[in-house]
Nanobody
Framework: QVQLVESGGGLVQAGGSLRLSCVTS???????RGWFRQAPGKEREFVAA????????SYADSVRGRLTISRDTAKNTVYLQMNSLKPEDTAVYYC?????????????????WGQGTQVTVSS
Protein backbone atom coordinates (compact mmCIF):
# COMPACT_ATOMS: atom_id res chain seq x y z
CA GLN A 1 0.00 0.00 0.00
CA VAL A 2 1.34 3.41 -0.98
CA GLN A 3 1.21 6.17 1.61
CA LEU A 4 2.20 9.83 1.27
CA VAL A 5 2.95 12.11 4.22
CA GLU A 6 3.44 15.86 3.77
CA SER A 7 5.22 18.22 6.12
CA GLY A 8 6.62 21.75 6.13
CA GLY A 9 3.53 23.93 6.00
CA GLY A 10 3.05 26.95 8.23
CA LEU A 11 2.50 30.68 8.48
CA VAL A 12 4.78 33.04 6.57
CA GLN A 13 4.73 36.68 5.57
CA ALA A 14 4.33 37.73 1.95
CA GLY A 15 7.67 37.49 0.16
CA GLY A 16 8.84 34.69 2.44
CA SER A 17 9.72 31.07 1.74
CA LEU A 18 8.69 27.59 2.80
CA ARG A 19 9.74 24.11 1.74
CA LEU A 20 7.20 21.31 1.70
CA SER A 21 8.24 17.67 1.81
CA CYS A 22 6.34 14.54 0.89
CA VAL A 23 7.68 11.14 1.91
CA THR A 24 6.29 8.14 0.07
CA SER A 25 6.19 4.61 1.43
CA UNK A 26 5.37 1.50 -0.54
CA UNK A 27 6.38 0.28 -3.95
CA UNK A 28 6.41 3.05 -6.53
CA UNK A 29 8.02 2.37 -9.87
CA UNK A 30 7.22 4.51 -12.89
CA UNK A 31 5.21 7.36 -11.51
CA UNK A 32 4.49 11.04 -11.54
CA ARG A 33 4.50 12.97 -8.26
CA GLY A 34 2.46 16.11 -8.05
CA TRP A 35 1.57 18.96 -5.75
CA PHE A 36 -1.96 20.36 -5.71
CA ARG A 37 -3.57 23.01 -3.54
CA GLN A 38 -7.05 23.87 -2.39
CA ALA A 39 -8.12 27.23 -1.02
CA PRO A 40 -11.39 27.67 0.90
CA GLY A 41 -14.37 27.61 -1.45
CA LYS A 42 -12.26 26.67 -4.46
CA GLU A 43 -11.52 23.49 -6.35
CA ARG A 44 -8.28 21.62 -5.87
CA GLU A 45 -5.85 22.89 -8.49
CA PHE A 46 -2.61 21.68 -10.01
CA VAL A 47 0.61 23.34 -8.81
CA ALA A 48 3.56 21.28 -10.06
CA ALA A 49 4.58 17.76 -10.98
CA UNK A 50 7.72 15.73 -11.63
CA UNK A 51 8.33 12.50 -13.47
CA UNK A 52 10.08 10.19 -11.06
CA UNK A 53 12.24 8.42 -13.64
CA UNK A 54 13.88 11.40 -15.34
CA UNK A 55 13.00 14.48 -13.30
CA UNK A 56 11.00 16.25 -16.00
CA UNK A 57 8.86 18.95 -14.40
CA SER A 58 5.65 20.84 -15.12
CA TYR A 59 4.26 23.96 -13.44
CA ALA A 60 1.07 25.94 -13.29
CA ASP A 61 1.52 29.39 -14.82
CA SER A 62 0.63 31.05 -11.53
CA VAL A 63 3.63 29.56 -9.72
CA ARG A 64 6.29 29.21 -12.42
CA GLY A 65 9.47 30.98 -11.39
CA ARG A 66 8.53 31.09 -7.70
CA LEU A 67 7.90 27.44 -6.79
CA THR A 68 10.26 24.59 -7.61
CA ILE A 69 9.52 20.88 -7.44
CA SER A 70 12.36 18.40 -6.93
CA ARG A 71 12.92 14.83 -5.83
CA ASP A 72 15.34 12.71 -3.84
CA THR A 73 15.07 9.20 -5.20
CA ALA A 74 17.16 7.68 -2.39
CA LYS A 75 14.74 9.05 0.19
CA ASN A 76 11.62 8.53 -1.94
CA THR A 77 10.76 12.14 -1.19
CA VAL A 78 9.46 15.00 -3.29
CA TYR A 79 9.89 18.64 -2.33
CA LEU A 80 8.19 21.91 -3.15
CA GLN A 81 10.40 24.93 -2.56
CA MET A 82 8.17 27.99 -2.31
CA ASN A 83 9.75 31.41 -2.70
CA SER A 84 8.32 34.92 -3.05
CA LEU A 85 5.08 33.72 -1.51
CA LYS A 86 1.90 35.73 -2.00
CA PRO A 87 -1.33 35.82 0.04
CA GLU A 88 -3.07 34.11 -2.87
CA ASP A 89 -0.82 31.08 -2.33
CA THR A 90 -2.69 30.41 0.92
CA ALA A 91 -4.22 26.93 0.71
CA VAL A 92 -3.96 23.37 1.88
CA TYR A 93 -1.22 21.73 -0.18
CA TYR A 94 -1.49 18.07 -1.12
CA CYS A 95 1.07 15.76 -2.63
CA UNK A 96 -0.14 13.02 -4.91
CA UNK A 97 1.15 10.08 -6.91
CA UNK A 98 -0.01 8.90 -10.32
CA UNK A 99 0.95 5.37 -11.32
CA UNK A 100 1.85 6.29 -14.86
CA UNK A 101 5.00 7.22 -16.71
CA UNK A 102 3.66 10.21 -18.65
CA UNK A 103 3.31 13.65 -17.12
CA UNK A 104 -0.19 14.72 -16.13
CA UNK A 105 -1.82 17.76 -14.50
CA UNK A 106 -5.20 16.05 -14.21
CA UNK A 107 -6.02 15.43 -10.57
CA UNK A 108 -8.40 12.61 -11.55
CA UNK A 109 -5.42 10.61 -12.83
CA UNK A 110 -3.61 10.64 -9.49
CA UNK A 111 -4.07 7.44 -7.51
CA UNK A 112 -2.77 8.29 -4.06
CA TRP A 113 -2.98 11.44 -1.95
CA GLY A 114 -1.46 12.75 1.24
CA GLN A 115 -3.46 14.29 4.07
CA GLY A 116 -2.48 17.85 3.19
CA THR A 117 -0.50 20.59 4.92
CA GLN A 118 -1.71 24.14 5.51
CA VAL A 119 0.22 27.07 4.04
CA THR A 120 -0.87 30.54 5.13
CA VAL A 121 0.72 33.68 3.67
CA SER A 122 -0.05 36.92 5.48
CA SER A 123 0.03 40.30 3.77
Amino acid sequence: QVQLVESGGGLVQAGGSLRLSCVTSGRTFSSVRGWFRQAPGKEREFVAAIRWNNGTTSYADSVRGRLTISRDTAKNTVYLQMNSLKPEDTAVYYCALAQRANMTRNRDLYDYWGQGTQVTVSS
